[in-house]
T-cell receptor
């Protein structure tokens, strides 16, 4: 049972480049989330999904897009990367939403130069 | 929106001592308060949570207390061990009256706990 798996683990982008972060979960969870973690700021919600085919904005959605075409996958896209998007990104999933335990992936460290 | 403040930002203790991390929240409607532990190079993992109908909850060496009147909650770790060294995050969420689900989790800034052998 792998839980939540993120790909890739590390990435360096040049300003203006695009990329997609992939998250996969094998727990049949309905809810999936993307957070970013910055020093001294905790975890901030970027986008989330309450089920296959649905997405919603979180606290800091600007500059990011997401898609949930399959229940087990949640993709985070950066169309034109900016240095301000340098961060550690975490995907998570939960069975029934924000009031239940969230299971996190191991994170993706993204550097935009 | 909800604002969660967490203190201290760093905490250093000797093995066997107790550690206490405190969080305050702004939204009086918040009623779900989880604590996550993040070890180096890993994602956060839930260690304990409490809902507003409970004032205290314990799980072995870990306990959480909630004071709804003062809008603060705390994590208590007794008999600390080196493997307790990690970053700890508190969070808060609310289930609005007439709503159908909990609102978004708001996380505190994190506390780096170091337990010295």
């Amino acid at each position: 049972n792998a839980g939540v798996t993120q790909t890739p683990k590390f990435r360096v982008l040049k300003t203006g480049q695009s990329m997609t972060l992939l998250c996969a979960q094998d727990m049949n969870h309905e809810y999936m989330y993307w957070y970013r973690q910055d020093p001294g700021m905790g975890l901030r919600l970027i986008h989330y999904s309450v089920g296959e085919g649905t997405t919603a904005k979180g606290e800091v959605p600007d500059g990011y897009n997401v898609s949930r075409l399959k229940k087990q996958n949640f993709l985070l896209g950066l169309e034109s990367a900016a240095p301000s998007q340098t961060s550690v990104y975490f995907c998570a999933s939960s069975l029934r939403g924000f009031g239940t335990e969230a299971f996190f992936g191991q994170g993706t460290r993204l550097t935009v130069v | 929106g909800e604002n969660v403040e967490q203190h201290p930002s760093t905490l250093s203790v000797q093995e066997g001592d107790s550690a206490v991390i405190k969080c305050t929240y702004s939204d009086s409607a918040s009623n779900y308060f989880p604590w996550y532990k993040q070890e180096l190079g890993k994602g956060p993992q839930l260690i304990i949570d409490i809902r507003s109908n409970v004032g205290e909850k314990k799980d072995q060496r870990i306990a959480v207390t909630l004071n709804k009147t003062a809008k603060h909650f705390s994590l208590h770790i007794t008999e600390t061990q080196p493997e307790d060294s990690a970053v700890y995050f508190c969070a808060a969420s609310s289930y609005p009256a007439g709503g159908t689900s909990y609102g978004k989790l708001t996380f505190g800034q994190g506390t780096i706990l170091t337990v010295h052998p």
